[in-house]
């Protein structure tokens, strides 16, 4: 299992920033991630508009996961409707 930095968009709106962090922590634990640190980096302005946004929630997470379920979790994220953005970045060790 190898460490990534998991760095994630959510919008400003209650409901929608919860359902996001539900449908993402349900996806890890069903793809073998373990989180093992998660970092509120507050509400922070957009370089530019996504999904006719200007602002997001940024939440940084700290993950354990096999190399091989990164691309699967990509794939899933990028249907997730209640995340804007999201980077996976390998941590070298």
Same mark, same amino acid.
């Given at each position: 299992?190898?460490?990534?930095?998991?760095?994630? !968009?959510?919008?400003?709106?209650?409901? /929608?920033?919860?359902? *996001?962090?539900? /449908?993402? @922590?349900?996806?890890?634990?069903? @793809? *073998?991630?373990? !989180?093992?640190?998660?970092?509120?980096?507050?509400?922070?302005?957009?370089?530019?508009?996504? &999904?006719?946004?200007?602002?997001? &929630?940024?939440?940084?997470?700290? =993950?354990?996961?096999?190399?091989? &379920?990164?691309? @699967?979790?990509?794939? =899933?994220? &990028?249907?997730?409707?209640?995340?804007?953005?999201?980077?996976?970045?390998? =941590?070298?060790?």
């Amino acid at each position: 299992m190898r460490r990534y930095e998991l760095t994630v !968009i959510f919008p400003l709106e209650e409901d /929608q920033n919860r359902a *996001g962090r539900d /449908q993402l @922590n349900s996806d890890l634990s069903a @793809n *073998g991630a373990e !989180i093992e640190k998660t970092d509120e980096l507050g509400d922070k302005d957009l370089a530019y508009e996504i &999904k006719k946004r200007k602002r997001g &929630k940024y939440v940084l997470f700290t =993950i354990k996961s096999d190399p091989a &379920k990164i691309t @699967n979790l990509d794939r =899933i994220f &990028k249907l997730n409707a209640n995340l804007l953005k999201f980077l996976f970045v390998r =941590i070298e060790e």
